[in-house]
C-alpha cells in the first residue's frame, strides 16, 4: 500500500484518512498561528463510530494572540473494524498528515508496492 497523505486546512473540517483495519505509521506537522485572538485547534483522533479519542492535540488559546505553534509528530496507531483515524482544524489552523500501513490486522508486515 502507498502512503496515503492528507492536508487538512478547512474551517472545522472532519476528514477520515483511514478507515482500513491494521497498525498504520501516522507523520508530520501541525500549525496553530493565532492572530485573530480565537481559539486555534489541530487534532488527529480515532473514532470508533461513536466516540472520539485524541491521539494528537496542537492547541493555542485566545489570550496568546500572535502566536505560532509548529509541532511534528511520528507515532503508530492500530485501527480494528469499524475505526477509523481523522482529523480536524480550525481557521487559522493546518495539519500535513501522511499515514502508511506497516501491518495488517493480525500483525502481519506489509510490504511497500
Known amino acids: 500500500m502507498l502512503c496515503k497523505r492528507l ?3 478547512l474551517v472545522f ?3 477520515a484518512f483511514v478507515t482500513t483495519t491494521g497498525y498504520f505509521r501516522v507523520f508530520g506537522n501541525g500549525f496553530c498561528n493565532d492572530a ?3 481559539d486555534q ?6 473514532n470508533d463510530g461513536s466516540t472520539d479519542k485524541n491521539v ?3 492547541q493555542i ?4 494572540t500572535g ?4 509541532s511534528d509528530f511520528d507515532f503508530v496507531v492500530f485501527l480494528s473494524a469499524g475505526d477509523s483515524l481523522k482529523a480536524t482544524a480550525t481557521s487559522q489552523a493546518s495539519g500535513n498528515v501522511t499515514t502508511r ?3 495488517d490486522i493480525n500483525g502481519n508486515l506489509v510490504n511497500p508496492t
Do not use: E, M, P
Request: with cysteine; net charge positive.
Open 67 to 70: 502566536s505560532h505553534l509548529n
Open 13 to 15: 473540517l472532519k476528514a
Open 7 to 9: 492536508i487538512v486546512c
Open 41 to 46: 485547534l489541530f487534532k488527529i483522533f480515532l
Open 56 to 58: 494528537f492535540v496542537v
Open 61 to 64: 488559546d485566545r489570550t496568546a
Open 101 to 103: 500501513q506497516i501491518a
Open 36 to 38: 485573530s485572538g480565537s
